[in-house]
């Protein structure tokens, strides 16, 4: 079995059990795994999880064709937003470092300072007191000298002033695609199941291609077939044309613009993961109309999602060109 000449069953049997602790060598493993057994869901997912610990940039593309190879979609979604898929080993580390201080055990010390400091304190104004006298700081001043002013100014004038050399802050500044996170894996929570349905729809996928060879005796059926239904269709047609019937549209009957409700998203099921869905297919107008959203959503963010606009647009500006 290709496991266990790639991989150890136990190991792959731990990853399964413990998903965050795969590592780039088994990650790139589970490739030769899947070009072996494209259905085998488990290997997927591990490797999903490997892509998502490197923030690939293949790790959208290869969310969208295990999608495609998975039968439920829902299991894959609970397990994208598992907290086990989205723990990473250094924040797992500080969390059962956490745990570990949490259970120290902090004995009481019995506070002997308060004695002692009354006494160290009377001890300390009397020596500051007596030296008062040697201490003075006025004794110790060196006089300075007007000439030596003088000179000290005249050097300064006389002195090269040296270059002022400008920043760019332009050059400084993050890219668009940067600041956009473009390439980023995308990253669902439970309440997204809109988000990542909506993104599976705006999603093409090559079909599967299979063997399937047809007789020409049977094309020539099919064909047959479609022709004979294609004469009906055009025989109530002209049955209907013929009729000449009249339809009167009703006077108080509303006008609804069914075209502009399809292309609106909801306001309520607005998300920034379903935002940065339009930016990944390059949907830019969507993806400005969806941050206007949610900048009225959600009005302590607006200098954000206003930044964003202003990014997506630079974007867009740069892919014209």
Known sequence: MVINQLMQLKDFTYLLQHPQDITAEQTSAMTSIIANYPYFQPARALYLKGLKNKESFKYNQELKTTAAYTTDRSILFDFITSEAFNQNEISQQIKQNSEHLKNITVNDIDDISVHKSVTIDEALKQHIKNSEG????????????????????????????????????????????????????????????????????????????????????????????????????????????????????????????????????????????????????KNYDKAIQSYKILSLKYPEKSGFFADQIKAVKQLQENNKE
């Open 134 to 281: 040697v201490l003075d700081p006025y004794l110790f001043e060196e006089k300075i000298k007007a000439e030596d002013v003088a000179q000290f100014i005249s050097d300064i004038n006389e002195a090269p002033k040296l270059p002022v050399f400008e920043i760019d802050t332009e050059q400084i500044k993050q890219t668009p695609e940067e600041q956009l996170n473009i390439g980023k894996p995308l990253e669902f929570n439970k309440s997204e199941t809109h988000s990542f349905t909506e993104w599976l729809k705006i999603t093409s996928f090559k079909p599967i291609e299979r063997d399937e060879k047809v007789d020409e005796d049977n094309s020539d059926e099919i064909d047959n077939k479609n022709e004979s239904s294609i004469e009906k269709k055009f025989e109530l047609i002209d049955k209907f044309l013929d009729a000449n019937p009249k339809i009167v549209p009703s006077k108080d009957a509303p006008i609804h613009n069914i075209a502009k409700a399809q292309i609106t998203p909801n306001d309520g099921l607005m998300t920034e993961t379903l935002a940065r869905i339009y930016l990944e297919q």
